[in-house]
């Protein structure tokens, strides 16, 4: 039998396989957050492919956290329906539907975040035109907490097997852990990881000890001061404090080398070895055919997760199973209507540069 074929658990999460859709935005939700109606084809299809899970786009917990146009919510109890309807659309095609609940923090463009951004500290990002944000005062950052709690809570009421805390790629929570977005003195600072913590234990109160609960974050940074493994490996010594179901390392490439430290050891494999087996790790980053998977397992995730394979290839499981080729390309002949995509990520897809291999 092929690797990760078979049964997993990660910790209370029970999967049919270890192959997990990553998170993708989609950029095509209704401007109130709901789903729009051509996401729910374009998840359906996924699990049909036969991914023991999806994780969804990432999804707002509070409306000052909108990202991207076309981004959903779960910020509010109107959205249940729209939140259940995703949740149905995964299981009903036997995968376990994840929802990974974000705030934009910094990143969000003004004008969809009602009209300010909010972060850890009022220091724009290194990108151009990146705006200043304004510094949460302490009662908004307890709201925030609660925002995040109250989202998950939506999640288990909406059906979801599991959420995922989005930690990672740049967002609210790693502004709070990233010296360089974080300047604060005061217990919010970012050497005492006190905002993670505080939210993690939030979430799990908030669903029960029986909920699957998930952390995705970013090992490193480019920026200086930024974050780098040294502090990523504190964090995680905190995560795994909690019951959580798994730890999820955000990737561009599965064997990638850190950018700072002069290691010749991927990172997937120093964080393995630092979690030492304490959480299921879920491991991520161009897992593009069957040898990638064994050559990112042998980096010691427990489980891999798979974003832009499973644009390219909607069975990609099945074909994974089956030892027949995996598509990891787009053929500009039969884009977009093989590729089951709603019209907002099917243009992101094919606009943003170097983010997609079309083939001929
Ligand atoms: C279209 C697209 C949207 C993405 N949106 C999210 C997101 O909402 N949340 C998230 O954590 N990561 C997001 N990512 C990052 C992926 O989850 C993944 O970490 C990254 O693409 C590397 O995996 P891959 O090489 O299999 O694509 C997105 C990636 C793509 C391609």
């Known amino acids: 039998m092929k690797p990760l074929l078979d049964p997993i658990r990660l910790n209370n999460l029970e999967l049919k396989n270890g192959f997990i859709v990553a998170p993708m935005t989609t950029y095509s939700s209704l401007d109130n957050g709901c789903i729009s109606p051509d996401e729910l084809p374009y998840l359906a299809r996924r699990a049909q492919g036969g991914f023991g899970a999806i994780m969804t786009a990432a999804c707002y917990v509070h409306s000052s956290g909108k990202a991207f146009t076309g981004q959903w919510g779960c910020d509010h109890d109107n959205k249940l329906d729209s939140l259940r309807s995703v949740a149905q659309a995964i299981q009903s095609n036997g995968a376990k539907a994840i929802l990974q609940i974000h705030h934009g923090g910094r990143q969000c463009p003004p004008k969809l975040a009602g009209g300010e951004c909010i972060s850890a500290s009022a220091i724009a990002a290194e990108n151009p035109n990146a705006v200043i944000p304004r510094e949460m005062i302490d009662t908004e950052i307890e709201r925030t907490i609660e925002d995040y709690a109250q989202a998950a809570l939506r999640a288990k009421v909406a059906g979801y097997d599991a959420v995922e805390i989005h930690g990672a790629n740049t967002y609210l929570i790693q502004q709070f852990v990233s010296p360089h977005s974080n300047r604060r003195e005061d217990k919010w600072n970012p050497n005492d990881l006190l905002f993670p913590k505080r939210l993690v234990e939030a979430v799990l109160r908030a669903v029960g000890p029986d909920f699957p609960v998930g952390y995705r974050f970013s090992p490193e940074e480019p920026e200086t001061p930024g974050i780098r493994l040294d502090r990523t490996k504190r964090l995680i010594d905190e995560l795994c404090k909690f019951k959580l179901s798994f730890l999820h390392i955000s990737l561009r490439n599965y064997d990638q080398k ?38 990112a397992l042998q980096l010691g995730p427990t489980a891999l997760a798979i974003a832009r394979g499973a644009i390219c290839d909607v069975d990609w499981v099945k074909h994974y199973a089956a030892g027949t080729p995996i598509r990891a390309t787009l053929s500009k002949a039969d884009f977009p209507q093989a590729y089951v995509l709603p019209a907002g990520l099917a243009k992101r897809v094919e606009d943003v540069p170097g983010w997609f291999d079309f083939a001929e």
Do not use: C, F, M, Y
Request: hydrophobic share 35%; aromatic share 0%.
């Open 258 to 295: 850190s950018i700072h430290a002069d290691s010749e050891e991927p990172i997937l494999k120093q964080i393995s070895v630092h979690i030492n087996g304490r959480l299921p790790l879920i491991g991520v980053g161009s897992i593009r055919s069957a040898e990638d998977v064994s050559k």
